[in-house]
């Protein structure tokens, strides 16, 4: 990112001064030169800070990544264990549905083997 300006061999003099190659029109030349320097300096100096700047932000974002897949790997183990609980809450719920489903199935047939009984006699 250096811009040097295009020159012809006419380097424009200072005022009042007539010929480009005077001492006075090759001291401006220098000084103008010697700006152009600090200029470019400064400007590879932002550069090199921008970059820092952009490789610390990356480095800080593979850093959230890892935190992020190790947050997500937790969850998916927790919520693998959590459905496992559940998976066996909810077998453990049918088997005693089923438990007390049979167990009312055999009230009512001895209820109604009582009624038929007491009908009889």
Not at 9 to 15: R, S, V
Not at 63 to 80: A, M, P, T, V, Y
Not at 92 to 119: G, N, P, Y
Request: net charge neutral; with cysteine; proline share 5%.
């Amino acid at each position: 990112m250096t811009y040097l300006p295009p020159f012809d061999g006419h380097y424009p003099p200072l005022p009042g001064i007539t010929e480009w190659n005077s001492p006075e029109a090759v001291v401006a030349m220098e000084n103008e030169i010697e700006k152009w320097k600090q200029n470019s300096l400064e400007a590879y100096q932002t550069q090199i800070i921008f970059l820092t700047r952009l490789q610390q932000e990356v480095e800080r974002l593979h850093e959230l990544l890892k935190k992020q897949e190790g947050i997500i790997h937790s969850l998916k183990s927790e919520n693998r264990r959590l459905q496992s609980r559940l998976n066996n809450v909810e077998r453990k719920s049918r088997e005693e549905l089923i438990t007390s489903m049979k167990q009312k199935a055999m009230d009512f047939e001895r209820l109604c083997a009582q009624h038929l009984h007491v009908k009889e006699t």
